[in-house]
């Protein structure tokens, strides 16, 4: 089992920025890749960016390529989603989630990963 717990989330403006955290415990060492979610009223959750937990490489969603980047602390066994020049269209709920293997196309579904956190409250005011 591995448990998530997300925070960092709440309201910011416009082109404001916002620093999500997400703390991993339990049998984090069978941890293959994190991934951040979002999942905006009435739409489906989509993933955001996605970090492999060992060898650091990353991939960001094309709505958010440029403005958000993924980063983990192997030591304190939590991931980052740095947030910066937000836009209102980015107001979710953001999750985290920890795969313990990909599929052949790599971490890139939702159904590649097993364990996700409770979700944060991300909202950006126009």
């Known amino acids: 089992q591995v448990r998530l717990v997300e925070s960092g989330g709440g309201l910011v403006q416009a082109w404001g920025s916002l620093r999500l955290s997400c703390a991993a415990s339990g049998r984090t060492s069978s941890t293959y890749a994190m991934g951040w979610f979002r999942q905006a009223p009435g739409k489906e959750r989509e993933l955001v960016a996605r970090?492999?937990?060992?060898?650091?490489?990353?991939y960001y969603g094309n709505s958010v390529k440029g403005r958000f980047t993924i980063s983990r602390d192997n030591a304190k066994n939590t991931v980052y989603l740095q947030m910066n020049s937000l836009k209102p269209e980015d107001t979710a709920v953001y999750y985290c989630?920890?795969?313990?293997?990909?599929?052949?196309?790599?971490?890139?579904?939702?159904?590649?990963?097993?364990?996700w956190g409770q979700g944060t409250q991300v909202t950006v005011s126009s």
């Open positions: 989630a920890a795969a313990l293997r990909c599929s052949g196309y790599g971490c890139y579904e939702r159904s590649d990963y097993a364990y």
């Open positions: 970090i492999y937990w060992r060898a650091g490489s990353t």
